[in-house]
Protein backbone atom coordinates (compact mmCIF):
# COMPACT_ATOMS: atom_id res chain seq x y z
CA UNK A 1 0.00 0.00 0.00
CA UNK A 2 1.26 3.19 -0.75
CA UNK A 3 0.73 4.39 3.05
CA UNK A 4 3.92 2.64 3.57
CA UNK A 5 6.22 4.70 2.09
CA UNK A 6 7.64 7.57 5.09
CA UNK A 7 6.90 11.19 3.66
CA UNK A 8 10.67 12.15 3.28
CA UNK A 9 11.00 8.91 1.31
CA UNK A 10 7.86 9.99 -0.97
CA UNK A 11 9.05 13.33 -1.47
CA UNK A 12 12.73 12.37 -2.81
CA UNK A 13 11.00 9.86 -5.54
CA UNK A 14 8.44 12.76 -6.22
CA UNK A 15 11.87 14.79 -7.25
CA UNK A 16 13.46 11.84 -9.01
CA UNK A 17 10.09 12.47 -11.62
CA UNK A 18 10.24 15.82 -11.88
CA UNK A 19 6.51 15.91 -11.45
CA UNK A 20 5.86 13.26 -14.19
CA UNK A 21 4.24 10.00 -13.76
CA UNK A 22 7.10 6.93 -13.66
CA UNK A 23 4.55 4.37 -15.02
CA UNK A 24 6.16 2.14 -17.37
CA UNK A 25 3.47 -0.64 -17.92
CA UNK A 26 3.00 -1.27 -21.68
CA UNK A 27 -0.51 -2.33 -20.68
CA UNK A 28 -1.93 0.83 -20.07
CA UNK A 29 -2.35 3.78 -22.43
CA UNK A 30 0.78 5.16 -22.57
CA UNK A 31 4.05 3.41 -24.64
CA UNK A 32 7.10 4.00 -22.77
CA UNK A 33 7.09 6.01 -19.95
CA UNK A 34 3.68 7.88 -19.23
CA UNK A 35 5.45 11.29 -18.17
CA UNK A 36 1.77 12.71 -17.25
CA UNK A 37 2.18 15.94 -15.16
CA UNK A 38 1.54 15.31 -11.29
CA UNK A 39 1.43 18.03 -8.76
CA UNK A 40 2.71 17.28 -5.67
CA UNK A 41 -0.02 18.47 -2.93
CA UNK A 42 -2.19 16.61 -5.22
CA UNK A 43 -1.40 13.58 -4.09
CA UNK A 44 -4.27 10.41 -3.53
CA UNK A 45 -6.98 13.15 -5.96
CA UNK A 46 -8.56 11.75 -8.42
CA UNK A 47 -7.92 14.43 -10.90
CA UNK A 48 -5.75 15.55 -13.45
CA UNK A 49 -2.46 16.24 -11.51
CA UNK A 50 -3.54 13.59 -9.40
CA UNK A 51 -1.09 10.77 -7.91
CA UNK A 52 0.47 7.44 -5.00
CA UNK A 53 3.68 6.20 -4.41
CA UNK A 54 3.95 3.04 -5.18
CA UNK A 55 5.78 0.09 -3.70
CA UNK A 56 7.86 -1.38 -6.81
CA UNK A 57 9.28 -4.75 -5.27
CA UNK A 58 7.12 -6.10 -2.43
CA UNK A 59 10.43 -7.83 -0.96
CA UNK A 60 12.93 -4.70 -1.26
CA UNK A 61 13.61 -1.93 1.04
CA UNK A 62 11.17 1.19 1.58
CA UNK A 63 13.23 3.46 0.53
CA UNK A 64 13.22 6.13 -2.68
CA UNK A 65 14.63 3.40 -5.19
CA UNK A 66 12.02 0.91 -4.45
CA UNK A 67 9.34 3.88 -4.80
CA UNK A 68 7.38 4.72 -7.84
CA UNK A 69 5.53 7.78 -8.54
CA UNK A 70 2.72 7.19 -10.59
CA UNK A 71 -0.58 9.59 -11.88
CA UNK A 72 -3.86 8.54 -10.30
CA UNK A 73 -4.65 7.40 -14.02
CA UNK A 74 -2.00 4.81 -13.92
CA UNK A 75 -2.78 4.28 -10.26
CA UNK A 76 -6.29 2.98 -10.64
CA UNK A 77 -5.59 1.37 -14.21
CA UNK A 78 -4.03 -1.11 -11.59
CA UNK A 79 -2.11 -4.55 -13.18
CA UNK A 80 0.84 -2.52 -11.45
CA UNK A 81 2.97 -4.71 -10.53
CA UNK A 82 5.61 -5.16 -12.10
CA UNK A 83 5.15 -1.43 -12.25
CA UNK A 84 7.76 -0.18 -14.32
CA UNK A 85 10.02 -2.84 -16.63
CA UNK A 86 12.85 -1.45 -17.07
CA UNK A 87 15.40 -2.87 -19.84
CA UNK A 88 17.63 -3.79 -17.38
CA UNK A 89 18.01 0.11 -15.97
CA UNK A 90 17.32 0.43 -11.80
CA UNK A 91 19.94 3.21 -11.57
CA UNK A 92 17.45 5.96 -11.05
CA UNK A 93 17.94 7.27 -7.68
ZN1 LIG B 1 0.80 7.56 -15.61
ZN1 LIG C 1 0.78 3.59 -16.70
Known amino acids: M ?3 FPDSVVKEAFIRSDGEC ?8 HSGRCN ?7 R ?7 WEACQF ?7 AGNCRIVCID ?10 ISYNGRDDMV
Open 74 to 83: CYKAGKILPL
Open 22 to 29: ECMDDRHN
Open 2 to 4: PEK
Open 57 to 63: AAEKPLD
Open 44 to 50: GMEFPGG
Open 36 to 42: SLITYRM
